[in-house]
């Protein structure tokens, strides 16, 4: 059993910062690559940011420059990093990972979602 939790969402003003958090419990051994998405009412989920067993980042166009996405393999946890946020990142934000467990791989775990609004 995997169960991913997202943390870090709130309410920020234009300009501001938020530091997202999933973690990973259950029998880790290790998240292989996690995937973050959000989802604005009437929008279509969107990929955000992405990161690699090995640590490779991949971000949307839209957030590229302002997102940093770093993984903290002891804690199994990665932390997406937002800065100079504006209104139109206001969205839920999940995780999605393939984790490697004690009994084999878990593909596609998803997190109950953390809303963030950016909003002055």
């Known amino acids: 059993q995997v169960q991913l939790v997202e943390s870090g969402g709130g309410l920020v003003q234009p300009g501001g910062s938020l530091r997202l958090s999933c973690a990973a419990s259950?029998?880790?051994?290790?998240?292989?690559?996690m995937v973050w998405y959000r989802h604005a009412p009437g929008k279509q989920r969107e990929l955000v940011a992405a990161?690699?067993?090995?640590?490779?980042?991949n971000y949307a166009d839209s957030v590229t420059g302002r997102f940093t996405i770093s993984k903290d393999n002891a804690k199994n946890t990665v932390t997406p990093q937002m800065n100079s946020l504006k209104p139109e990142d206001t969205a839920v934000y999940y995780c999605?990972?393939?984790?490697?467990?004690?009994?084999?791989?878990?593909?596609?775990?998803w997190g109950q979602g953390t809303q963030v609004t950016v909003s002055s």
């Open positions: 999605n990972a393939d984790v490697l467990t004690s009994t084999g791989w878990v593909r596609g775990a």
């Open positions: 259950g029998s880790i051994l290790c998240i292989k690559a």
């Open positions: 990161i690699t067993g090995g640590g490779s980042t």
